[in-house]
T-cell receptor
């Protein structure tokens, strides 16, 4: 069975601070895919990143960066110089190697609050 | 533009009623999914379908039913057997081809029992 754990239920920081959202996963698949989604108050899920299990390179996209470490089964997400618009619920998700037909396994989400 | 359309955005149900949530996609994706979201619970899989006329139960299928008569459509019926239906429902689709298939989500339907 697959499992995704986001231990931080809620994080509150002041604008311009850096913040890291943790994600730990469990899977027996040797090939798998990890995702991060952002859910603003409007409710839709906004895709942020997809990472393959065989590609451990870290990724940076503007103020966002992701640290994938297979040794610790973690896929953490850092926002640098946070902004109020970053306030949202962030989900980490996992898909196994079955072609995606059985859907994504989501963590419970981290509610990020950026205070002005 | 391709995407997923969920309707209605808000839905109110009386006790004992069945209601149907609509989900339509024009992405030519093979697979479609229904997720339920409760506060603090993340998203949980209700049903999924890989091809037309076939669907599988997810983790919390009790009290729900689906159909997949067309590739583009995957409606979800919340039956009176679902004891706690108040939640946010998200529909998604994806390709089932091997490889890092992407998922597309609709904007959701918020169901409230009154």
């Amino acid at each position: 069975a697959q499992k995704v754990t986001q231990a931080q239920t809620e994080i509150s920081v002041v604008e311009k601070e850096d913040v890291t959202l943790d994600c730990v996963y469990e899977t027996r698949d040797t090939t798998y895919y990890l995702f991060w989604y952002k859910q603003p108050p409007s409710g839709e899920l906004v895709f942020l990143i997809r990472r393959n299990s065989f590609d451990e390179q870290n990724e940076i996209s503007g103020r966002y960066s992701w640290n994938f470490q297979k040794s610790t089964s973690s896929f953490n997400f850092t926002i640098t110089a946070s902004q109020v618009v970053d306030s949202a619920v962030y989900f980490c998700a996992l898909r196994g190697s079955g072609g995606g037909a059985d859907g994504l396994t989501f963590g419970k989400g981290t509610h990020l609050i950026i205070q002005p | 533009d391709g995407g997923i359309t969920q309707s209605p955005k808000y839905l109110f149900r009386k006790e004992g009623q069945n209601v149907t949530l609509s989900c339509e996609q024009n992405l030519n994706h093979d697979a479609m999914y229904w997720y339920r979201q409760d506060p603090g619970q993340g998203l949980r899989l209700i049903y999924y379908s890989q091809i037309v006329n076939d669907f599988q139960k997810g983790d919390i299928a009790e009290g729900y039913s689906v159909s997949r008569e067309k590739k583009e459509s995957f409606p979800l019926t919340v039956t009176s057997a679902q004891k706690n239906p108040t939640a946010f429902y998200l529909c998604a689709s994806s390709t089932t081809r091997s490889g890092p298939g992407g998922y597309t989500f609709g904007s959701g339907t918020r169901l409230t029992v009154v």
